[in-house]
């Protein structure tokens, strides 16, 4: 029964089992992961809702037609497999169905469904690494702006620029004041001048290359 109702779920995407749940096959996107830089495929998946629909009809007809029973009989059958497995989750709180999921019932009487992953494993991901070439331009998004990396580096670039030639600038100065009053102590030394004279030689130098 559990591989006869389970190509009945896989070709018409549904299924009502009273008491349990209903059972839908759902198309699951393509998803990205980032840690591992990967692509899933998409694939098929099996969910388990709570609400459930009024049987279909066609449900006996078609376990009928498979069985080549009554439908009487097949609807006798079908009934007897849901209390089979209201049992057991009553019993052992968890029905396995083999290549379909597992049901479980916890302490407050709710029955979960855990489908079985066996499709993905069919379908292998793919590596996805972002590949960034120089001199080619690519969309940045910057906060709640888009740039490219063109734009973003010409930004920057005008950003830097004014600092740069003002350190530039700087060190060159200081290196005049420092080579002046070096060449003021030297010369004053050779003179044998005192050390007073020297120090206010030196402030002189300082205060007028400032």
């Given at each position: 029964?559990?591989?006869?109702?389970?190509?009945?779920?896989?070709?018409?995407?549904?299924?009502?089992?009273?008491?349990?749940?209903?059972?839908?096959v759902i198309d699951a996107?393509?998803?990205?992961?980032?840690?591992?830089?990967?692509?899933?495929?998409?694939?098929?998946?099996?969910?388990?809702?709570?609400?459930?629909?009024?049987?279909?009809?066609?449900?006996?007809?078609?376990?009928?037609?498979?069985?080549?029973?009554?439908?009487?009989?097949?609807?006798?059958?079908?009934?007897?497999?849901?209390?089979?497995?209201?049992?057991?989750?009553?019993?052992?709180?968890?029905?396995?169905?083999?290549?379909?999921?597992?049901?479980?019932?916890?302490?407050?009487?709710?029955?979960?469904?855990?489908?079985?992953?066996?499709?993905?494993?069919?379908?292998?991901?793919?590596?996805?690494?972002?590949?960034?070439?120089?001199?080619?331009?690519?969309?940045?998004?910057?906060?709640?702006?888009?740039?490219?990396?063109?734009?973003?580096?010409?930004?920057?670039?005008?950003?830097?620029?004014?600092?740069?030639?003002?350190r530039w600038w700087f060190?060159?100065?200081?290196?005049?004041?420092?080579?002046?009053?070096?060449?003021?102590?030297?010369?004053?030394?050779?003179?044998?001048?005192?050390?007073?004279?020297?120090?206010?030689?030196?402030?002189?130098?300082?205060?007028?290359?400032?």
């Open positions: 029964m559990y591989s006869l109702l389970h190509q009945y779920l896989i070709t018409h995407k549904q299924l009502d089992l009273p008491g349990v749940g209903l059972l839908q996107p393509a998803r990205y992961n980032a840690a591992e830089k990967k692509i899933y495929a998409p694939h098929p998946a099996i969910r388990c809702k709570e609400e459930r629909m009024e049987i279909d009809g066609n449900l006996y007809v078609w376990m009928a037609t498979q069985l080549s029973t009554s439908v009487e009989t097949a609807q006798n059958q079908f009934h007897a497999f849901i209390n089979n497995i209201i049992g057991e989750l009553a019993k052992h709180n968890q029905v396995t169905w083999k290549g379909l999921g597992l049901f479980t019932k916890d302490d407050t009487g709710i029955i979960r469904f855990t489908w079985e992953k066996t499709i993905q494993q069919y379908l292998p991901s793919i590596t996805a690494t972002k590949i960034i070439r120089k001199g080619t331009s690519h969309n940045l998004l910057v906060g709640e702006n888009e740039a490219t990396n063109i734009e973003m580096a010409q930004w920057l670039s005008q950003d830097t620029a004014p600092a740069q030639k003002k060190w060159m100065i200081a290196a005049s004041i420092i080579f002046a009053i070096g060449f003021v102590i030297y010369y004053l030394m050779q003179d044998g001048a005192s050390f007073e004279t020297i120090i206010t030689s030196a402030k002189y130098v300082f205060l007028a290359l400032n």
